[in-house]
């Protein structure tokens, strides 16, 4: 590879065995910095969820609005935390499998997942994504319950946008094993893990 590896991983909680090129430096730096952005709409999620219960159990005045807006950022919150789980590897796995494989098969699984399965699913998610957005945004959508939110076209470009920040993160999974597997490694670690 012609990047030269770094010798520390960006503030990532996993991954640690694996090397670190510019690249995915980079990238994981600009998801992580997202991520820290987007952790925060948790809090003004829970803000608005007690504000719409007091409204709805105190004042008998719920909000159409007050759910919808839930709903919202319960979605960007959870869309946005995938790219997040990919650079921490804090993501779910099958780990029956993958705790009895060696580090090297280890690394090679992950390849074929992000290759065979990661990346062609983000790929469908935004080709499909953009023209659904494009749609609510061209028709000036808006919510169907009364009350409800307008311009509907931007939930719907939350979507889309996620997943090609989640195919950033995968990419930048993607270079530091694959450097892992092809790069120059130093002689301790190279072959090492069978």
């Known amino acids: 590879m012609s990047e030269r590896l770094l010798e520390d ?10 090397p670190v090129t510019r690249v995915s430096a980079r990238i994981e730096a ?11 709409l948790w ?6 969820i007690v504000a719409n ?3 709805r159990y105190v004042f008998d005045a719920g909000r159409v609005e007050f759910e919808e ?6 979605a960007i919150g959870f869309l946005y935390g995938l790219s997040y789980c990919v650079v ?5 796995r099958v780990d029956v499998v993958r705790d009895r494989l060696s580090p090297h098969h280890r690394n090679w699984l992950e390849l074929y997942g992000i290759l065979l399965l990661l ?40 979507l889309p946008l996620s997943f090609a920040w989640l195919g950033l993160a995968a990419i930048a999974r993607l270079l530091r094993v694959s450097s892992a597997l092809f790069g120059d490694l130093p002689p301790s670690r ?3 893990g069978r």
């Open 9 to 18: 991983p960006p503030d990532s909680i996993g991954s640690a065995s694996l």
């Open 30 to 40: 600009w998801v992580l910095a997202l991520g820290n952005v987007i952790s925060w």
């Open 43 to 48: 809090g003004l999620l829970l803000l608005v």
């Open 53 to 55: 219960v007091t409204a």
């Open 69 to 74: 807006l839930q709903w919202h950022l319960y």
């Open 88 to 92: 921490s590897d804090s993501h779910i």
């Open 119 to 158: 990346l062609p699913f983000v790929t469908l998610m935004v080709v499909f994504g953009i023209p659904f957005a494009f749609e609510a945004w061209k028709s000036s959508e808006v919510s169907q319950s009364p009350g409800g939110l307008a311009h509907r076209w931007l939930i719907k470009a939350a």
């Open 190 to 192: 190279k072959g090492g």
